[in-house]
């Protein structure tokens, strides 16, 4: 897969596959900031374009994707971001071989969620060569649009239009596509040599997102140009040390801490995993942070930025998607106590709750082997929820980890406010059954949630089953609607690889409680259709 982005008078590396070049820049700084998390639109009709023009609007080219300045002042409503996609007429993606079309429309609805404001049209190359109506209006919306995405694009006659007819668009980004196609960024074309270190980080961090093949990176890739280009993107603030505010928090109050994680091997390396990746890189900060767990690193961002916050960062959870809680089980009701069951699942006749198949946050979904524990403590209200899992470390090694989060009910049944210490830092997630079905032989959970201090927001689902296999044919039409309230398509998931899962660290604590209203063993899914365990 190639990535078009040029910039001839540097250097190609082989890691920067689906960029044509990998511009290298040096991290110094730390960003104490990437520690964190488990762990945790819209179809156009081409030939009708009502959409509202803007006049000329000033804008200033945010220094850096990783340096965007919080605006502190609002006078009046920010004018939309406009994004125009061309992709190439039948191309398909290397998302299940997903068109690129389909793939495009549906980040545009992502992006949506991010901001309303965010509003991108998609087209296959095909309108390029037509000389009616509908060309003429592309050409419109490219002398207003602030990004042209090009994906996909390899016929000469396509190429040729937009060589011509992009001249005027200060942002252009091209994937997957001919070589001859110029990219530009704040007005910059890469062939002219451009060196700024802001230009360098963005494309860095675009190549190595655009890299990773799923849905959320093809939006965060969109997100990191709109940020550094176009206008500040609240959930990418600027996640970076502040300086002498921060350097003067640390010393000041963790001195200890600072000490004790550069004398210990693992915590040194998760620092210098932590620096090679961008700030706003989930998937790269906590594959880092599980590859070198130490108590001295929970110790560190624990003082750094759970206690003392002296990153001064605040995320929020996610408001979008709202996702609609399962309101019956079996053909009643559902309340409070039979959805804890729901997540109880099959804790008592197996060793676990529930298993893992698929998922879809590439951060904090595609663990092998993962495990869930749902369980009710020995207090009268108290819940709790403990994933089991492995991780491939950076080093080659495969090794267990294990979460505890605290589990609260919501105002509404199904759905539920977690809470979990990881590594230092707290990260709290709204949680909602979206379905399961009545033999329990499989279940959807969504969840959104935030790491305030570490400035990091995210979504995600999991597809469980007692046994870690895919749910039967019968099941595809429901699932495929419960996948579908929460905004996701089945070819998002990564598939939970449940090969190799030997003596996972399983157990709950002595005079723990399970189910309350509910019951199933092996033996009523064997006989509705499931696999025998």
Same mark, same amino acid.
């Given at each position: 897969?190639?990535?078009?982005?040029?910039?001839?008078?540097?250097?190609?590396?082989?890691?920067?596959?689906?960029?044509?070049?990998?511009?290298?820049?040096?991290?110094?700084?730390?960003?104490?900031?990437?520690?964190?998390?488990?762990?945790?639109?819209?179809?156009?009709?081409?030939?009708?374009?009502?959409?509202?023009?803007?006049?000329?609007?000033?804008?200033?080219?945010?220094?850096?994707?990783?340096?965007?300045?919080?605006?502190?002042?609002?006078?009046?409503?920010?004018?939309?971001?406009?994004?125009?996609?061309?992709?190439?007429?039948?191309?398909?993606?290397?998302?299940?071989?997903?068109?690129?079309?389909?793939?495009?429309?549906?980040?545009?609805?992502?992006?949506?969620?991010?901001?309303?404001?965010?509003?991108?049209? *998609?087209? $296959?190359?095909?309108?390029? &060569?037509? #000389? =009616?109506?509908?060309?003429?209006? /592309?050409?419109?919306?490219? %002398?207003?649009?602030?990004?042209?995405?090009?994906?996909?694009?390899?016929?000469?006659?396509?190429?040729?239009?937009?060589?011509?007819?992009?001249?005027?668009?200060?942002?252009?980004?091209?994937?997957?596509?001919?070589?001859?196609?110029?990219?530009?960024?704040?007005?910059?074309?890469?062939?002219?040599?451009?060196?700024?270190?802001?230009?360098?980080?963005?494309?860095?961090? *675009?190549? $190595?997102?655009?890299?990773? &093949?799923? #849905? =959320?990176?093809?939006?965060?890739? /969109?997100?990191?140009?709109? %940020?550094?280009?176009?206008?500040?993107?609240?959930?990418?603030?600027?996640?970076?040390?502040?300086?002498?505010?921060?350097?003067?928090?640390?010393?000041?109050?963790?001195?200890?801490?600072?000490?004790?994680?550069?004398?210990?091997?693992?915590?040194?390396?998760?620092?210098?995993?932590?620096?090679?990746?961008?700030?706003?890189?989930?998937?790269?900060?906590?594959?880092?942070?599980?590859?070198?767990?130490?108590?001295?690193?929970?110790?560190?961002?624990?003082?750094?930025?759970?206690?003392?916050?002296?990153?001064?960062?605040?995320?929020?959870?996610?408001?979008?998607?709202?996702?609609?809680?399962?309101?019956?089980?079996?053909?009643?009701?559902?309340?409070?106590?039979?959805?804890?069951?729901?997540?109880?699942?099959?804790?008592?006749?197996?060793?676990?709750?529930?298993?893992?198949?698929?998922?879809?946050?590439?951060?904090?979904?595609?663990?092998?082997?993962?495990?869930?524990?749902?369980?009710?403590?020995?207090?009268?209200?108290?819940?709790?929820?403990?994933?089991?899992?492995?991780?491939?470390?950076?080093?080659?090694?495969?090794?267990?980890?294990?979460?505890?989060?605290?589990?609260?009910?919501?105002?509404?049944?199904?759905?539920?406010?977690?809470?979990?210490?990881?590594?230092?830092?707290?990260?709290?997630?709204?949680?909602?059954?979206?379905?399961?079905?009545?033999?329990?032989?499989?279940?959807?959970?969504?969840?959104?949630?935030?790491?305030?201090?570490?400035?990091?927001?995210?979504?995600?689902?999991?597809?469980?089953?007692?046994?870690?296999?895919?749910?039967?044919?019968?099941?595809?039409?429901?699932?495929?609607?419960?996948?579908?309230?929460?905004?996701?398509?089945?070819?998002?998931?990564?598939?939970?690889?449940?090969?190799?899962?030997?003596?996972?660290?399983?157990?709950?604590?002595?005079?723990?409680?399970?189910?309350?209203?509910?019951?199933?063993?092996?033996?009523?899914?064997?006989?509705?259709?499931?696999?025998?365990?």
């Amino acid at each position: 897969m190639t990535i078009s982005l040029k910039a001839l008078s540097l250097p190609v590396s082989r890691a920067s596959a689906h960029f044509s070049t990998r511009f290298i820049t040096p991290r110094v700084a730390f960003s104490p900031a990437n520690f964190h998390r488990k762990l945790r639109t819209s179809i156009i009709d081409d030939t009708n374009f009502s959409r509202r023009r803007v006049g000329s609007r000033a804008r200033n080219v945010v220094q850096s994707v990783l340096e965007t300045e919080k605006s502190t002042k609002t006078e009046k409503p920010e004018s939309p971001v406009r994004l125009v996609a061309l992709v190439g007429k039948g191309e398909v993606s290397p998302l299940k071989s997903t068109s690129w079309n389909e793939v495009m429309l549906h980040t545009a609805r992502r992006l949506k969620w991010v901001d309303e404001g965010y509003e991108m049209l *998609v087209f $296959d190359d095909d309108i390029l &060569r037509s #000389s =009616d109506q509908r060309a003429m209006n /592309l050409k419109q919306e490219l %002398n207003q649009t602030d990004i042209l995405v090009v994906v996909a694009v390899n016929n000469s006659e396509s190429v040729k239009w937009i060589q011509t007819n992009s001249n005027n668009i200060k942002n252009v980004i091209c994937f997957e596509s001919s070589p001859d196609l110029m990219n530009r960024l704040g007005g910059t074309d890469f062939r002219s040599g451009n060196k700024e270190k802001e230009a360098t980080e963005v494309v860095k961090t *675009v190549g $190595d997102a655009w890299e990773r &093949r799923n #849905s =959320d990176d093809i939006r965060f890739c /969109l997100l990191v140009i709109i %940020n550094a280009y176009v206008r500040p993107v609240p959930v990418l603030q600027n996640l970076r040390s502040k300086g002498l505010s921060t350097l003067g928090c640390m010393v000041k109050n963790c001195g200890p801490q600072i000490l004790n994680c550069l004398l210990d091997p693992n915590c040194r390396k998760a620092l210098q995993c932590l620096n090679k990746c961008s700030p706003v890189d989930q998937v790269c900060s906590y594959r880092c942070i599980a590859s070198y767990e130490s108590p001295y690193f929970e110790a560190f961002s624990l003082c750094v930025l759970q206690k003392h916050n002296c990153l001064e960062l605040d995320a929020k959870i996610p408001e979008k998607p709202y996702v609609p809680p399962m309101t019956s089980f079996r053909g009643k009701e559902l309340c409070h106590e039979t959805a804890e069951d729901l997540f109880v699942g099959w804790l008592g006749d197996l060793e676990w709750s529930w298993r893992v198949v698929a998922g879809q946050n590439p951060a904090y979904d595609q663990f092998p082997c993962q495990y869930q524990l749902f369980y009710r403590g020995k207090g009268k209200s108290s819940f709790w929820y403990e994933p089991v899992f492995q991780v491939r470390t950076l080093e080659g090694k495969l090794v267990w980890r294990r979460r505890r989060y605290s589990v609260k009910r919501g105002k509404t049944p199904a759905t539920f406010r977690l809470s979990v210490l990881d590594n230092g830092v707290v990260s709290n997630e709204f949680w909602t059954i979206v379905d399961v079905s009545d033999d329990l032989s499989w279940g959807l959970f969504h969840y959104n949630g935030a790491a305030r201090v570490a400035g990091q927001s995210y979504t995600g689902a999991v597809l469980v089953t007692p046994d870690g296999s895919y749910p039967e044919e019968k099941e595809r039409e429901r699932l495929q609607s419960a996948l579908e309230r929460c905004g996701i398509k089945e070819w998002e998931l990564f598939a939970v690889d449940n090969c190799s899962c030997e003596n996972p660290p399983l157990g709950i604590p002595e005079g723990s409680r399970l189910h309350s209203k509910i019951s199933i063993t092996k033996e009523q899914y064997s006989v509705q259709g499931g696999i025998e365990m």
